[in-house]
């Protein structure tokens, strides 16, 4: 994946989302527009995680998987997903006694 291609393609999406919940493009102008930036949103994180994606191990993808598709799949329960997230992160970053 080119990553200067999907940093433009994610500024596009977001300046795209912005502009439709902006201006009145019809009757689902606003739902257009979260779509866009969502996308963008979700691009641009991947733009910024991509130099390092190497280096994260399955089981960090199947948490981003996962997460994301809580995210989509049920919105109201983000809270409960970025405290859990905390907590086991807080838990892997612990430091282990080598011995």
């Known amino acids: 994946m ?3 291609t999907l940093g433009v393609i994610a500024g596009l ?3 795209g989302g ?3 919940m902006l201006v009145d493009l019809g009757e689902n102008h606003v739902v257009w527009g979260g779509m866009l930036l969502r996308a963008g949103l979700v691009l641009g994180a991947v733009w910024l995680v ?3 994606a190497r280096r994260i191990p399955v089981a960090g993808w199947l948490g981003i998987g996962i997460f994301s598709a809580v995210v989509v799949f ?3 329960l983000v809270l409960w997903g970025l405290a859990l997230s ?7 970053l612990v430091p ?3 011995s």
């Open 2 to 4: 080119h990553r200067p």
């Open 13 to 15: 999406l977001v300046a």
């Open 18 to 20: 912005a502009f439709a």
């Open 50 to 52: 991509l130099p390092s």
């Open 74 to 76: 049920r919105p109201r």
């Open 86 to 92: 905390v907590v086991v992160a807080a838990a892997a």
């Open 96 to 98: 282990r006694n080598r």
